[in-house]
C-alpha cells in the first residue's frame, strides 16, 4: 500500500532510497547459529561465576556471525577465522596501551592507518582491518578482566565457535553451497531468457544485472577453490564445465531481445530443468521439454547453445584438461598474497584511505583524552563502521548509523530497564543474537538497530551501569558520526564528487576494443569470452556505484542520476555488440573492417569526450552504413549514447 504525504512532506528521493530495506530471505541457518555462538558462552561464563569471561567471549562471537557471509564451507573458513587473528592482535596492542593517555592515541592511530590500508584488498581483508581497528579500540578504551593474554583468546574463541558450528554440516553437504550457485546462476539464465520480449524494457535491463552478479559469484567461487586445488578437483572441474557451457545461450540472449520475438516457453523451462540437475548433482539422461525447431539465426543461436549446455550437465564426466577458465584461474595463495602486499605498500588508494581513517580515529582519540567523555571508545568504533571503503556512501552509513542507533536504544533501553542483571541475560540475548544475521542484509541501518542492544547488554555486564549506558552511547554514536562526515567526508572533496567520468570512459573504451575483437578472425574464443565476461563485471560494478551515488543528498545524488541513461546506452552497446556476434556465428554474412573501425572510432571518440567532461556535453554523432548489416542495431545504439551525451 502507497503512503500518501502531504505536500511539502515528501521525502526527498535519497532519503528514501537509504531507508528502504533491501529485500532478502531468512538465513535459519545463520540465526540459529548467531543464537547458539553468542548465548552458550554467556551461560557458561554465569554457570562458572565468570559472566565477564563470557560476555567478552559472547563479543568474539559477534564479530564471527558478522564475518559469516560465505555460502561455501571452504570460504567459511578462510571468511571467519582470519579476521580473528587479526582482531585477536588489535585487542592485545589496545590492552597494553590502556590508559597510557597519547601514547595510546598513537598506537591507536597508526593501527587505523594499517587497517585503512588493508581493508582495500578485498572482503576478507576488510573484514580483517575493521575486527583489528575495533578490538584495539575496545582494548584501549575498556579495562579489560585477567591477565593480557586471557581477553583476546576468549573474543577469538568466540570467533571460532561460530566458525565450528558452520562447519558441522560439511560432510554432510559438502559441494552443495557450489552447486547450489551454479544452479542459481542457471535459474537468472532462464529468467533472463524468458525476459527478453517483456514490453517493460527495464526489466530485461535489470534480469541481465542478476544474471551477471549471478555469474560473477559462481566464476569467484569455482575459480577460487580450483586455484586451491590446482585443478585436481573432479566437482569443481565439472562445474567451473558447466558455468562455462551456460556462456552461449546468455550470449544468445541480446540477440533474441533485439530480435523482439518471444522465445517459446519451453526454452527457459528447460533451462530450470538443467539448474535443478546442477544443484542435485545428477548425471543421468534429463527428459527436455519438447523444444520446437528454429526457424531464424536468433533461435538457431538458442537451439545449439541450449542443446551444447544440456549436453555438458548430463556428460558423466568431464576432462580437466579441455576446461577452459574463461575468467583466468587465479594465482596461488602465495604469490596472491605477495601481491596484495605489494599494492597495499605501493597503491595511492590504499595510502589515501588508510591516512583519512586514521585522520579520524586521531581526532577522535585526541578529543576524548582531552574531554571527558563516557565510554569514549564508541565514538572511535562509530568512525570505524562508518569509514567502510567498500561499505558504500560515507554520508550514507552516517545517517544510518544514527538512526539505527536511536532504534536499537529503544530496544536496549527497555531491555535495561525491565530484565534484571544475571541469568536473565542469557534468554535475552538468545532472543536478540538471530537479529543481527535476519537484519543485516536488510541494510546498515537495520544492522546497527540490531547489533546496539547486543552490544549494550555485554557491556552492561562488564560495567553494571544499567540504563546510564543509553544517554552516553546516544551522544557518543552522534560524535562519531559528526567527526565521520567532517574529517572523512566533507573534507575530502572526491568522496562526495562521482568520478562518473573516468569510470564510464573506461568502460566505453573497452566496449571499443571488444567490437574489434567479437568480429577478429585472429582473436582466441577463449580471450573474446573473458574480455566479454570482464566487460559486464565492470558493467554490473558501474550500475552498483551509480546506485550508492544515488542514495547520496544533492548535488552527487543529482548528478549521478543525470549521467544514468548513459551508463543503460553502454550496457545496451555491449548487448548489440554480442548479438551480432551471435548471429554472425549462425549465418549472418560478417560486417566489413570499414564498418567496425567506424564503430570503434565512434566508440573511443565518446570516451574521450566521458573522460573530459565533469558533466554531459554534446558529442558528434555521424554513423552510415549498409542497412542490412548485422552491425545496424549497433550503429543504433552507439548514436543513441552519443545523443545522450547532451547538456540535457
Known amino acids: 500500500m502507497s503512503r500518501e504525504f502531504p505536500i511539502g512532506l515528501t521525502p526527498p528521493d535519497w532519503l528514501v532510497r537509504n531507508l528502504t530495506p533491501h529485500p532478502a530471505p531468512l538465513n535459519w541457518a545463520a540465526m540459529a547459529r548467531a543464537a547458539l555462538a553468542m548465548t552458550l558462552p554467556l551461560a557458561i561464563g554465569f554457570a562458572a561465576g565468570q559472566p565477564t569471561y563470557g560476555a567478552l567471549a559472547s563479543m568474539g562471537a559477534l564479530s564471527g556471525v558478522i564475518s559469516d557471509t560465505a555460502d561455501a564451507y571452504r570460504m567459511r573458513i578462510v571468511n571467519i577465522a582470519v579476521p580473528q587473528l587479526f582482531g585477536a592482535v588489535g585487542v592485545t596492542v589496545g590492552s597494553l596501551v590502556y590508559g597510557q593517555g597519547w601514547y595510546a592515541v598513537a598506537a591507536v592511530t597508526g593501527i587505523a592507518l594499517v587497517s585503512g590500508m588493508i581493508s582495500t584488498i578485498g572482503a576478507v581483508s576488510s573484514v580483517s582491518g575493521l575486527l583489528l581497528l575495533l578490538n584495539a579500540v575496545i582494548g584501549a578504551g575498556l579495562p579489560l578482566p585477567g591477565p593480557w593474554w586471557l581477553p583476546p583468546a576468549l573474543m577469538a574463541g568466540g570467533g571460532l565457535f561460530v566458525l565450528a558450528l558452520a562447519l558441522l554440516a560439511w560432510p554432510l553437504r559438502a559441494g552443495v553451497p557450489e552447486r547450489a550457485s551454479v544452479g542459481a546462476a542457471y535459474r537468472e539464465v532462464a529468467d533472463l531468457l524468458a525476459a527478453c520480449a517483456d514490453p517493460d524494457p527495464d526489466r530485461y535491463t535489470d534480469v541481465r544485472f542478476e544474471v551477471t552478479q549471478s555469474l560473477n559469484q559462481s566464476y569467484d567461487l569455482i575459480l577460487a577453490h580450483r586455484a586451491r586445488h590446482?585443478?585436481?578437483?573432479?566437482?569443481?572441474?565439472?562445474?567451473?564445465?558447466?558455468?562455462?557451457?551456460?556462456?552461449?545461450?546468455?550470449?544468445?540472449?541480446?540477440?533474441?531481445?533485439?530480435?523482439?520475438?518471444?522465445?517459446?516457453?519451453?526454452?527457459?523451462?528447460?533451462?530450470?530443468?538443467?539448474?535443478?540437475?546442477?544443484?542435485?548433482?545428477?548425471?543421468?539422461?534429463?527428459?527436455?521439454?519438447?523444444?520446437?525447431?528454429?526457424?531464424?539465426?536468433?533461435?538457431?543461436a538458442v537451439d545449439h547453445a541450449l542443446r551444447h549446455t544440456a549436453g555438458v550437465v548430463t556428460a558423466p564426466d568431464v576432462d580437466p584438461r579441455g576446461i577452459d577458465d574463461r575468467l583466468g584461474r587465479p594465482a596461488g595463495p602465495s604469490i596472491r598474497t605477495a601481491r596484495a602486499a605489494r599494492n597495499v605498500v605501493l597503491s595511492a588508494n590504499s595510502w589515501h584511505y588508510g591516512l583519512r581513517l586514521a585522520l579520524c580515529i586521531g581526532i577522535a582519540q585526541a578529543l576524548v583524552s582531552l574531554i571527558a567523555v563516557p565510554r569514549s571508545y564508541w565514538v572511535a568504533l562509530t568512525i570505524t563502521f562508518v569509514l567502510k571503503p567498500d561499505f558504500g556512501s560515507v554520508f550514507s552509513r552516517a545517517l544510518l548509523r544514527a538512526l539505527g542507533t536511536v532504534a536499537g536504544l529503544v530496544i536496549a533501553a527497555a531491555v535495561l530497564a525491565e530484565v534484571p542483571p544475571g541469568w536473565w541475560d542469557v534468554p535475552v540475548m538468545l532472543v536478540l543474537a538471530p537479529l543481527i544475521p535476519a537484519l543485516t542484509p536488510r541494510g546498515y541501518g537495520y544492522q546497527t538497530a540490531a547489533i546496539t542492544p547486543v552490544i549494550l547488554l555485554l557491556s552492561d555486564i562488564l560495567n553494571h551501569k544499567g540504563t546510564a549506558l543509553l544517554l552516553p552511547r546516544l551522544l557518543d554514536s552522534l560524535m562519531g558520526c559528526a567527526i565521520a562526515l567532517i574529517a572523512g567526508y566533507l573534507l575530502w572533496p572526491e568522496s562526495w564528487h562521482t568520478r562518473v567520468g573516468d569510470r564510464l570512459a573506461d568502460a566505453v573504451a573497452d566496449t571499443a576494443v571488444y567490437v574489434e575483437a567479437a568480429f577478429g578472425a585472429d582473436t582466441d574464443p577463449s580471450a573474446r569470452a573473458r574480455m566479454r565476461r570482464r566487460l559486464y563485471r565492470d558493467l554490473s560494478t558501474i550500475r552498483t556505484e551509480f546506485q550508492r551515488a544515488l542514495t547520496e543528498p544533492p548535488p552527487t545524488g543529482r548528478r549521478a542520476a543525470a549521467w544514468w541513461p548513459l551508463v543503460v546506452a553502454v550496457e545496451r552497446i555491449v548487448d548489440a555488440t554480442t548479438a551480432a556476434r551471435v548471429r554472425v556465428r549462425h549465418g549472418a554474412p560478417p560486417p566489413s573492417p570499414a564498418e567496425i573501425s567506424q564503430v570503434s572510432l565512434q566508440l573511443r571518440e565518446l570516451s574521450d569526450g566521458v573522460r573530459e567532461a565533469d558533466t554531459l556535453v554534446a558529442v558528434r554523432t555521424d554513423l552510415t552504413g549498409p542497412s542490412g548489416s548485422v552491425l545496424e542495431p549497433l550503429r543504433q545504439e552507439v548514436a543513441a549514447a552519443r545523443a545522450i551525451a547532451s547538456p540535457h
Not at 518471444?262 to 534429463?286: D, S
Not at 520446437?292 to 539465426?297: A, I, K, Q, V
Request: glycine letters at 6%; a negative charge.
Open 230 to 300: 590446482h585443478g585436481r578437483s573432479r566437482e569443481l572441474t565439472r562445474l567451473l564445465a558447466q558455468l562455462n557451457a551456460i556462456t552461449p545461450v546468455v550470449e544468445a540472449a541480446p540477440a533474441v531481445h533485439l530480435a523482439g520475438h518471444p522465445l517459446p516457453p519451453e526454452v527457459p523451462e528447460a533451462v530450470r530443468h538443467l539448474a535443478e540437475a546442477i544443484e542435485t548433482g545428477y548425471t543421468g539422461p534429463i527428459a527436455l521439454p519438447h523444444l520446437p525447431t528454429p526457424t531464424t539465426e536468433t533461435a538457431r
